[in-house]
Structure formats: structure tokens, C-alpha cells
């Protein structure tokens, strides 16, 4: 059973707009959410992260909003430059008492920036 | 710089050969992480180690093994490859509690 889902493999968006990224998570331990950028032939990139006490996270142009009572989370990049066209994953872990579960990985959304 | 780094980059190998694949950081960090990553799968976890002489499975470790006798290495071995086992390998590591997993450039593998 996936934990971490996103449900939109692709998303297109012209330059300039709002690309919004969305993900759902379905076990309510978690409570630390990141965002990471994966190019071809590369590793994925760190990129924004957010813990539970908060409900928004914003970071230059990209800002994460989490919604606990829904288990959702969201990146938004506002403006969309040509060179966000990646794959975004959306991955969560637990704190325990000896520190954080390794994270679990949503499968990926490709964007592509239109110019 | 501290990096963490992955060799070989792409490997070829025969079925039913032994495999290991290596990943070393100099971070310093205690935590250290093995995904394989396919297409219609995202990431998924194969081990991952909290520290020295620390080991654990994750979600898909059958088939491979790891070992932590330092801080800076974890080797990811294939004990006996498998067609199924032909995918992009990614090592990570991370400081602790609440922090980032960082990657290293990733491993491509092909099982022939």
C-alpha cells in the first residue's frame, strides 16, 4: 500500500505562471515532508522541506503548504522558470525517539515549464 | 567541499555474478541510505544504517546486503544478480533528526 502518493505524473505549465505540485500521504505518523528536483542522469535534489507545527514553509520562489487534517501536502513555484522542468518527489518520514524514519518516496510528478 | 559520491557510475554485469557498488560521503554524517530507483516505482528503500556496525532492511532488500565498518562507507552488495536487479541505484546520506537525506549522482546498473 503506498503511504506517499502523488497522483499526477505529469503537469505542464507556461513560464511565468504558478506551477502547484500536489501529494497525499496516508499514515498519520508522519510529521517531516520534503520536496526534491531530480534532472536525467542525476541525484534528486533537496528542495524545500516542512515539519508538522507548521502549515507553510516558503523558500524564495518555492513554498510547501501542508494540511494535516487532510494528510496533503503542496509545492507551489511561483514564477515557473524553463529550468524547473524536472521530476518532483514528495517524501515523509516519522520522528521517533531515536530520530527520523528513513524517508518514503511518493513515485514522481515530471514538470515541464512551457517558454 | 563534503560530497558524497558513488562508483562505479554504470556497471554491466552478468546474472547470477556478485556485485558491490560503493558509496562514500565526508560529511560525517551518522546516517546513510540505498534506493533503487524504477520506472513506475519513484524510490524505494533497500537498506540503510544509523551508524557503525548499524544495519537494517527496507522495503525491497531481498537479494542485497550492506555493511558499515566506518562512517564515510556503505557498500551495497549484490550477492548473486538478477535481470530484475538492473536498475539506477541512489546512496544518501543524512546528519539526523529532522534533516534532509542528501544523494549522491546515482549508479546505473544493467543485469545481463
Known amino acids: 500500500d503506498q503511504q506517499v502518493k502523488q497522483n499526477s505524473p505529469s503537469l505542464s505549465v507556461q513560464e511565468g505562471r504558478i506551477s502547484i505540485l500536489n501529494c497525499d500521504y496516508t499514515n498519520s505518523m508522519f510529521d517531516y515532508f520534503l520536496w526534491y528536483k531530480k534532472y536525467p542522469a542525476e541525484g534528486p535534489t533537496f528542495l524545500i522541506s516542512?515539519?508538522?507545527?507548521?502549515d507553510k514553509n516558503e523558500d524564495g520562489r518555492f513554498t510547501v503548504f501542508l494540511n494535516k487534517s487532510a494528510k496533503h501536502l503542496s509545492l507551489h513555484i511561483v514564477p515557473s522558470q524553463p529550468g524547473d522542468s524536472a521530476v518532483y518527489f514528495c517524501?515523509?518520514?516519522?520522528?521517533?525517539?531515536?530520530?527520523?524514519?528513513?524517508?518514503?518516496f511518493g513515485k514522481g510528478t515530471r514538470l515541464s515549464v512551457i517558454a | 567541499d563534503a560530497e558524497i559520491t558513488q562508483s562505479p557510475r554504470h556497471k554491466i554485469t552478468e546474472t547470477g555474478r556478485q556485485v558491490t557498488l560503493a558509496c562514500h560521503q565526508t560529511?560525517?554524517?551518522?546516517?546513510m541510505f540505498w534506493y533503487r530507483q524504477d520506472l513506475g516505482h519513484g524510490l524505494r528503500l533497500i537498506h540503510y544504517s544509523y551508524g557503525v556496525q548499524d544495519t537494517n532492511k527496507g522495503e525491497v532488500s531481498d537479494g542485497y546486503s550492506v555493511s558499515r565498518s566506518n562512517t564515510e562507507d556503505l557498500p551495497l552488495t549484490l550477492e548473486s544478480a538478477a535481470s530484475s536487479q538492473t536498475s539506477v541505484y541512489f546512496c544518501?546520506?543524512?546528519?539526523?533528526?529532522?534533516?534532509?537525506?542528501?544523494f549522491g549522482p546515482g549508479t546505473r546498473l544493467t543485469v545481463t
Open positions: 517524501a515523509a518520514s516519522a520522528q521517533l525517539y531515536s530520530g527520523n524514519t528513513p524517508l518514503v
Open positions: 544518501a546520506s543524512s546528519p539526523g533528526r529532522d534533516s534532509p537525506e542528501y
Open positions: 560529511w560525517n554524517h551518522n546516517n
Open positions: 516542512i515539519s508538522s507545527i507548521k
